[in-house]
């Protein structure tokens, strides 16, 4: 079983469309990062957020860290098909700062 | 381009083989992460070391062990291989490995199958 849980798990839209992925957690992060792969590529970090509550922008992307450091949502405004991938997110553990753990991951596909 | 380099990229091996795969991190990062990312369960964080020293272990098997050498490349052995142990390794590298924002930056992965 996963520690932080990402739905859904698959999304197919069109582009123009706004859409949002959640991590969900049991479990407190000392930080929670946000990653994007491709096919046979690594993930690619695109945002780390550190504080209880916080919310980052990054062009047409949103994140927030839940107020408990438990959760984070990934918010994405007028989805372009450059933004097809495989969302990850990332939980860094609050006792060992060396150990993370993933979520499954989000694929998404935005259709032109 | 991450900066992070891992060899080989494909490995094709049989049951029972074992293989080893090698990582460079980053100029100048000290800390190398290894995951492991199957089909149906995501990433999951096998191994962290910091200037030559492990410095975290996740759900890594007892037939699995990794280094990191005096240059700071380090290496992940792979014994015993069952058909379950297919999947993509990654190799990730930071400057510190000591917490905060410290970002992970990866490699593209060896993807290892075994028949």
């Known amino acids: 079983t996963q520690l932080l849980e990402q739905s859904p798990q698959f999304l197919s839209i069109q582009e123009g469309e706004n859409l949002t992925v959640y991590c969900n957690s049991s479990?407190?992060?000392?930080?929670l990062q946000w990653y994007r792969q491709e096919p046979g590529e690594g993930p690619v970090l695109l945002v780390t957020?550190?504080?209880?509550?916080e919310v980052k922008k990054l062009k047409r992307l949103t994140f927030q860290f839940g107020d408990a450091r438990k959760d984070s949502s990934l918010h994405i405004t007028a989805a372009q098909p450059g933004d097809t991938g495989l969302y990850l997110c990332a939980g860094r553990d609050l006792y060992n700062f060396n150990k993370f753990y993933f979520g499954s991951g989000t694929k998404l596909n935005v259709k032109p | 381009d991450s900066g992070v380099t891992q060899t080989p990229k494909h490995l094709i091996t049989a049951t029972g083989q074992r293989v080893t795969l090698r990582c460079s991190p980053r100029?100048?990062?000290?800390?190398v992460y290894w995951y492991q990312q199957s089909l149906d369960q995501g990433l999951q964080f096998l191994i962290q070391?910091?200037?030559?020293?492990?410095?975290a272990k996740g759900n890594i098997l007892e037939r699995f062990s990794a280094q990191q050498f005096p240059d700071l490349h380090s290496e992940l052995n792979l014994s015993s291989l069952e058909l379950g142990d297919s999947a993509l390794y990654f190799c990730a590298s930071s400057v510190e490995g000591r917490g905060g924002v410290d970002e992970q930056y990866f490699g593209p992965g060896t993807r290892l199958t075994v028949t």
């Open positions: 100029s100048g990062d000290l800390s």
């Open positions: 070391y910091y200037n030559g020293e492990e410095r």
């Open positions: 479990s407190v992060f000392s930080s």
């Open positions: 957020v550190v504080t209880g509550g």
